[in-house]
């Protein structure tokens, strides 16, 4: 039996993982699960930093980061809890899989830059803030930073549309004119005839 290319022989046991990938850019640019893993093994088929960067070299420059040892999945593959992953056999199996949305983690924002954030941003005119409040705020962040990312998604989406509309309505004005100017041209040679 010859086995599919493609990420659904992978969906039958990580169906989580699956699921989040599949809400991502790299399912809609067809970036198997192959693309980046080697079967079986499940290691990655280059170092985190070379993966991301043999596709997005662009984006991959960001230079403090990357001066400092920053890798792009230490930010954008942050690590599932198990009731967020319930379904694959690495968390059965007691280890915690990495969340493969790649959405921006803001906890590692949070992890480096913590004294920062809370100089520059906590400070109350009374002192400082609540755990609990920074707890909420990071939260909303998250979501938010979420949320952008869906709507960027949601404007490429609108923008391919946009595109097959045009189309679509310059091929039916195209036909609809040629048959208007055959119907006239049928008419005014009608009209000339005795």
Known sequence: MQLPADGSCCRTCHTDTYQ????TGHAGSNVQCTSCHV????ETRLSAEE???SCHREEAEHWVHHEAGVHC???HLATSTPSETTGDLRVMAGDVAPDHRFKLAVEACVD??????HDRVFHEAAGHMEVS??????ERAREL???LEDAKQANRSLRTMS???LGFGLGTGGVLGAIFVLVAGYIVQGRGRP
């Open 112 to 117: 480096c830059h913590k004294e920062s954030i």
């Open 20 to 23: 989040q990938w599949h809400e």
């Open 163 to 165: 595109v097959v509309s």
């Open 133 to 138: 409040q920074l707890s909420e705020m990071n």
């Open 73 to 75: 999945t230490d930010c």
């Open 39 to 42: 079967p079986h093994s499940q």
């Open 51 to 53: 993966l991301c960067e």
């Open 145 to 147: 930073a979420y949320e």
